[in-house]
């Protein structure tokens, strides 16, 4: 009569794979939390938070405010873009100034103005909207004389405000589409490797559980 195999224990299921699958899910998470914050200030600086308040009111970023037709005079720093914005009730459509504005520079020469700034922008904000209409360049630093036309509609006024550089807003607008890109993909990994990981440990664990209600009573 052959006798019986001796019994060996099961194998132990080892947890150290799903287990390090859920953590490296779970970092990549974080990672992409980090990504979205990134990705919110760079959207929030594409904004031009600082041209008008929660109110429609001029923000801080506004240098003067011109009544349309009015001049002012603002000091204005050298080899800088500035934007001129008019600022209408936000109803108003197809609004715009009779004629072109005209800046005179400290030492009295005409500065040269553009039909529009470097970044064209519209802000709208407690029922009024302000549209860049114009911009220049200032040549040297100081006190700049800066007339504006009437406009199309009654107190309509014009903001001076320093303009956005064209390349920094480009590079401000690829850089967040890049970054909801990575966050796109490390949002869906991240998730995937958590649940994957989570339901692979259960799956294990359950596995290990069964392996050792397996094991024979001690005689």
Known sequence: MTAPAPWAPPRRTSLVAPVTLTAVGV?????????????????????????????????????????????STVVLDGDTDYALYLLVPHEVAHVGLDSRPEVTAPDGSAVDVRDAAAVSVNASRGGMTASTVAGFTTGEAGTYTVAVPAASVDDARVLVVEDEQAMRFLSGALGTVAGVALLCVLAVAGLGATIGGAVWWVHRARAADRSGSRRPAPR
Do not use: N
């Open 27 to 71: 970092v990549v998470l974080l990672v992409a939390a980090a990504v979205a914050v990134v990705v919110v200030r760079l959207f929030l600086g594409l904004l031009p938070l600082d041209v008008l308040d929660g109110d429609g009111e001029p923000g801080p970023g506004v240098l003067a405010v011109i009544g349309a037709p009015g001049s």
